[in-house]
Each structure stands twice: as structure tokens, then as C-alpha cells.
């Protein structure tokens, strides 16, 4: 059996207190919080840097926790904070056009998460093909959902092909910065 990498942020905190862990659920929530409110304005869905943020906390906090990271996050905008684009907040957003992405996050940061704490993925092109899977999962449950809304075709025009591109670039950034941060955090964890 494949022996796991832990994530960088995972052992940063592994000898640490409780309080720690909950702070960096926090601090990550809202570090994707602010991905949101950098929009390219679309319809029905707007373009943000979510993804991107997304992808990081898969690479730099692992599964398990990515996953709270993302949960808290999404827990905060149903509550109606503005961690969503363009600051919006509420329960409206799990059930509208964008419900299919917010579920699609969660999946990504899991899938991603877990694929990145494989060894022989932690590399500049693994780990880039593991974020472009992430934007694909995102993608297809975003498309899913609002093709039951609009169409397959037309959720296909709105809701996947504008963010195509988008989706090579964020994960080639998002596979950079962790390439970078990954050995700095690891030299703060000893």
C-alpha cells in the first residue's frame, strides 16, 4: 500500500494545540472567502480566484482537513456571511445556479486533497494534472446542476466553456505556489 505525504499545513499542526488546527480552519476559510470577492463578472456564474484557493488548501492542508476547511467555509455563507462572490451570503446560493460548484468544491478539495498527500504526485506535472482533475470535478457538478436548470447545451456555453481556461491557469498556479510554499512550511514544522 501507498504510504501517504502528509500535507505541509497537516504538519505544521500535528504537534500543536487544538486551538491552532481551529484557527487554521478559520484563517483557510476565509483566505478562500477573499478568493471569492475577486470576481470576473458572468452569467449565471460569476469567474473568482474560489478554485484556485480551493486547489491550495487541497495541496497544503490534505483531505481531511481541506475538507473542514471548505465545509467551514461554506457553513459561514449559509449563514449569510459574504464568502461568496461578489460578497454574497445565504442560503439562496445552495439551491441556485451555482449550487452544483459549491458542492463540486468539496469534492475537489477531497479527491485533490488526498491525491496530493500520494508521494509520487507531489511533483510540478502530477500535481498539476491532480488540480486539473479538481477543476474538472468542480466543472461537472457545476454543469450538472444548472443543465437541470437551463439545459444541457446552455449550461454547457455559460457554465463550463468560458471557465476552461481559466481552469489550466489557476491550476498551474495553484501547483507553483505550492511547489514554493510546501518546503518553507516544512521547515517551520520541525
Do not use: N
Amino acid at each position: 500500500m501507498q504510504q501517504l505525504y502528509v500535507a505541509p499545513l497537516r504538519a505544521f499542526l500535528a504537534e500543536r494545540p487544538a486551538a491552532w488546527r481551529l484557527g487554521a480552519v478559520l484563517a483557510g476559510s476565509w483566505v478562500i472567502a477573499a478568493s471569492s470577492w475577486v470576481t470576473a463578472p458572468m452569467y449565471p456564474v460569476p469567474m473568482t480566484l474560489q478554485t484556485f484557493a480551493i486547489l491550495l488548501v487541497a495541496g497544503l492542508a490534505g483531505a481531511r482537513l481541506g475538507a473542514a476547511i471548505v465545509v467551514t467555509w461554506l457553513a459561514q455563507a449559509a449563514l449569510g456571511l459574504p464568502f461568496l462572490a461578489d460578497g454574497a451570503g445565504g442560503l439562496d446560493h445552495f439551491s441556485g445556479p451555482t449550487a452544483g460548484y459549491l458542492a463540486g468544491f468539496v469534492v475537489a478539495v477531497v479527491v485533490c486533497g488526498w491525491l496530493t498527500e500520494m508521494p509520487r504526485l507531489r511533483g510540478w506535472a502530477a500535481m498539476m494534472g491532480v488540480f486539473l482533475l479538481g477543476h474538472a470535478l468542480i466543472l461537472a457538478c457545476g454543469w450538472a446542476r444548472l443543465s437541470l436548470m437551463i439545459g444541457v447545451a446552455p449550461a454547457w456555453d455559460s457554465g463550463v466553456a468560458p471557465f476552461l481556461l481559466g481552469s489550466v491557469l489557476k491550476s498551474l498556479l495553484a501547483a507553483a505556489v505550492i511547489q514554493l510554499a510546501a518546503p518553507r512550511m516544512r521547515s517551520l514544522s520541525r
